[in-house]
């Protein structure tokens, strides 16, 4: 498993922290109101919205917040208007950084994404510079203890899986993102839990950044990550474990 692919591991450990108190809500709020607004107040009529709910869900997010973010995206309730956002950059070392945010300002989330970069030894670049390193996938965690990787295997593949991927008592199921739900709905009918299921950008391949660079790659991550209309935040770096387990910390 990528350096990658254990920071995003790392991330949802942190999200789980975060939904304690209150900063995961905020987010997917947003993320609702945005759904709401582009695709209708409906689950069934709207996959995007259908898989934030279920994020909530699993965050254990209070269903008066969820409703609330549903009505102000169909307009029944006044509310903030935001603006889905993209930012590309680079960290130290040369790995590409996607930043996705939502705002009500772009003058200040732009402002305060370049000098977070600037500040933490990356740049800032033009739109479209890193996307093309990445691709959009859906990504289901299943524990390990859950189910034999075989009989994981068969069901996930059967419902229109890409790929399976074990190491760190994770079993990691890559989908296409519009496959993302019926294999999800296919695992969960086998009685399996799931640790996550969300889509995300995954990177073609990876930059290996060790030492002084490494630590300032993860500073750049974290900071961006903690900045209020950051939503995620996706990078192509290979880190020691080392590092990524005292980020974990």
């Not at 409703?67 to 307009?75: F, W």
């Not at 496959?179 to 709905?185: Q, S």
């Not at 900071?223 to 770096?237: G, I, P, S």
């Amino acid at each position: 498993m990528s350096g990658h692919s254990k920071w995003h591991n790392i991330r949802l450990k942190k999200a789980k922290v975060d939904a304690q108190r209150g900063k995961i809500f905020t987010r997917l709020a947003r993320e609702i109101i945005v759904a709401a607004k582009s695709g209708g107040g409906t689950a069934d009529g709207n996959p995007r919205l259908r898989t934030l709910l279920q994020r909530a869900r699993e965050a254990g997010m209070p269903q008066d917040n969820v409703r609330r973010a549903i009505q102000r995206g169909t307009g029944e309730l006044d509310g903030v208007v935001y603006e889905e956002i993209v930012y590309e950059g680079y960290a130290p070392g040369g790995v590409a950084v996607m930043v996705e945010c939502l705002t009500d300002n772009r003058n200040r989330i732009v402002s305060e994404v370049r000098s977070t970069f600037t500040r933490c030894g990356g740049n800032l670049g033009e739109a479209g510079c890193v996307a093309y390193l990445f691709d959009q996938k859906g990504v289901i965690l299943v524990p390990a203890e859950a189910t034999e990787e075989d009989a994981l295997l068969e069901v996930a593949l059967e419902a229109g899986a890409e790929d399976v991927q074990s190491e760190d008592g994770m079993f990691e199921v890559t989908t296409a993102p519009q496959d993302l739900e019926p294999v999800r709905e296919a695992i969960e009918a086998k009685g399996l839990a799931l640790d996550s299921a969300e889509v995300t950008m995954v990177p073609k391949s990876t930059v290996t950044v060790q030492g002084k660079e490494a630590v300032q790659v993860l500073r750049l991550m974290e900071a961006l990550d903690n900045l209020e209309d950051v939503q995620k935040v996706y990078a192509n770096f290979d880190i020691p474990d080392s590092l990524l387990e005292q980020a974990a910390a």
